[in-house]
Antibody, heavy 122, light 109 residues
Framework: EVQLVQSGAEVKKPGESLKISCKGS????????IGWVRQMPGKGLEWMGI????????RYSPSFQGQVTISVDKSISTTYLQWSSLQASDTAIYYC???????????????WGRGTLVTVSS | EIVLTQSPGTLSLSPGERATLSCRAS???????LAWYQQKPGQAPRLLIY???SRASGIPDRFSGSGSGTDFTLTISRLEPEDFAVYFC??????????FGQGTKVEIK
């Protein structure tokens, strides 16, 4: 079965660091870009960035550049989203999702993980 | 950045009725690169439509997409109980500056 399996919910305090994960299976993980999408409570979706597991080429949305770090370990088909210092405004559900489409960097998302809820509260 | 505005915010309909959802872009979407997603409470979004009118794999034919340029529409021909959800549009015509609409909730009347 083609799927993305994400790590479990996290509760953190402001200023703490965090790394969440997403493991792909059932398809050739190394040959598909994979990305992260944020959904703040009761809000819409925001694309954060994508990474190519084959060579770790990473592209960020301008809104998230410098705010988070996306990485990958292709040996275990897993991508990561990392914060060095969380803020309350980082409270959201974070989805990993696989981009797809006919034209380079013109992509929709055809496969989604179930999401990781990150709660940042003092 | 292309801003997508979805309307209405909430659509109250009965099973069996037709649903028409709108997604308007602040500028023309290149190559009609527009997708629609369905999201149910506590679940991840599911791709319904891409390239404005192509149904994703496994999506029933009661879902259809249309439009071009700045105006796009998702139509659900006859609402089934499982179709009551939130629907988002996404433009991917701008390279690496993809954006989503704020969503339309389809609720049972």
């Amino acid at each position: 079965e083609v799927q993305l399996v994400q790590s479990g919910a996290e509760v953190k305090k402001p200023g703490e660091s965090l790394k969440i994960s997403c493991k792909g299976s059932g398809y050739s993980f190394k040959t598909y870009w994979i990305g992260w999408v944020r959904q703040m409570p009761g809000k819409g979706l925001e694309w954060m960035g994508i990474i190519y597991p084959g060579d770790s080429d990473t592209r960020y949305s301008p809104s998230f550049q410098g705010q988070v770090t996306i990485s990958v370990d292709k040996s275990i088909s897993t991508t990561y989203l990392q914060w060095s210092s969380l803020q309350a405004s980082d409270t959201a559900i974070y989805y990993c999702a696989r981009p797809n489409g006919d034209s380079l960097f013109h992509w929709y998302f055809d496969l989604w993980g179930r999401g990781t809820l990150v709660t940042v509260s003092s | 950045e292309i801003v997508l505005t979805q309307s209405p915010g909430t659509l109250s309909l009965s099973p069996g009725e037709r649903a028409t959802l709108s997604c308007r872009a602040s500028q023309s979407v290149t190559s009609n690169y527009l997708a629609w997603y369905q999201q149910k409470p506590g679940q991840a979004p599911r791709l319904l439509i891409y390239a404005a009118s192509s149904r994703a794999s496994g999506i029933p034919d009661r879902f259809s997409g249309s439009g071009s340029g700045t105006d796009f529409t998702l139509t659900i021909s006859r609402l089934e109980p499982e179709d009551f959800a939130v629907y988002f549009c996404q433009q991917y015509g701008s390279s690496l500056t993809w954006t989503f609409g704020q969503g339309t909730k389809v609720e049972i009347k």
